[in-house]
């Protein structure tokens, strides 16, 4: 029998327990589970419509037995609608049937049985159920990590926010700011996506076979078919699309994937700063006894999460990529390439959640270290020459950038003494030489400290 040591992907082998939660809806039991929701409910509303006399309205008990169906849906359930696939050869067919066979002992149910999946082609039912599955995913798994890591960001914001550090641009000393700040740009970048992904629409169809009612039509015409569906989606939560070939065409799909690769990359972008303020040894890292950083070198204390969770990040952005470039691509009314595809949604969903944990995971582990901090700003004091140059424009000094860039570029010698022997000899206002004299590369943070705040 196979172990999880024998699993081809790691989502179900070595990191199948940080991804449990996702499980219950983009698993193909999810899946599965969902179809069984959507006809149920497709069934009552039918009964609920007066105009289709041949469905009674469900009383109470009808409608909570079939409920019940939704409710205590179990693997030996999903496992018996998958051996009736391996005879239909056909997945959405199997759920019917499996239905009709379940439902048949009912009495209150049994004398409506061929109205499940009545007028549905199989891409109503999927695509109602991708939308809810997704949708749930997004709200109970998906917004709650990205909640977690946006506040524990923020957190950073604040306590770091009067901690001056040289920045680096082209990776050379730049004006300094602070660290705080540093976190509170990653904060305000990820709240706004995080916004978009929670205000996000969840489209859905239900129009059958090429998205015209063609059979819904003809076998009850008297019936305001365009209402009845929107009046369906929406009980579901949803948004109804009107305007589809057989299939809602997934551009609300693309959307979603788009602003979750959006937050991956912002993430990746993170990760990889932490990982070099680590190296510079602005950060210490929690130890925890014994774990090995090297298999060689007993010192290494390695930065592996955030290493980890920018891999994980960039598997996440080759799914979802994938899937939002192709999912609106369908040939004429429909062709059946974006069905394997949609099958995929939960390994992006997966590694996005790895990576997450792994962020999370590291920045707890994260210890700021003041003191090489303040070393790394003590010897560079040459950022000092983009204020002073600034000040002596504002009073005229010839040339002051020219100056500053013949005094600093290149000099490995800037230092305290050499700049306030500079300072000195300006022909500027005295208290414009104090001012400058008091600069020093740890104050020289503009609004870097209220800004963190703001976060």
Known sequence: MATPLLNISPLDGRYAKQIDS????????????????????????????????????????????????IDKFSEKDATEIKQIESVTNHDVKAVEYWLKKTLKKQRDVAPYLEF????????????????????????????????????????YAKQYAT????????????????????????AARLKRQINQLAKQEYLGKINGAVGNFNAHVVAYPEVNWEQHSKDFIKSLGLTYNPM??????????????????????????????????ISLGYFKQKLKKNEVGSSTMPHKVNPIDFENSEGNLGLSNSILNHLSEKLPISRWQRDLSDSTVLRNIGVGFGYHGLAINSCLKGLNKLEINKQVIDDDLN?????LAEPIQTVMRRYGVPEPYEKLKALTRGNQHINEEVLHSFIQNLDIPQKAKKDLINLRPENYIGLANKLAKKS
């Open 22 to 69: 996702l499980r219950n809806h983009l698993s193909e039991f999810g899946l599965i589970k969902t179809r069984v929701e959507v006809e149920i409910h497709w069934l009552i509303s039918l009964g609920n419509n007066p105009k289709i006399k041949e469905v009674k309205k469900f009383n109470a008990s009808a409608q909570k037995k079939l409920l019940s169906v």
């Open 163 to 186: 901690i001056a550090i040289l920045a680096r641009t082209h990776g050379q000393s730049a004006s300094p700011t602070t660290m705080g700040k540093e976190f509170a740009n990653v």
């Open 379 to 383: 010897h560079a004091w040459e950022v």
């Open 244 to 277: 589809t070939t057989q299939i809602e065409p997934h551009d609300f799909l693309s959307e979603i994937f788009n602003v979750i690769a959006r937050i991956n990359t912002i993430l990746i972008d993170f990760n990889r700063d932490l990982w070099g303020y």
């Open 116 to 155: 499940i999946h009545f007028a549905c082609t199989s891409e109503d039912i999927n695509n109602l159920s991708y939308a809810l599955m997704t949708k749930r995913a997004v709200s109970e798994n998906t917004l709650l990590g990205l909640n977690e890591i946006y506040v524990k960001i923020q957190s």
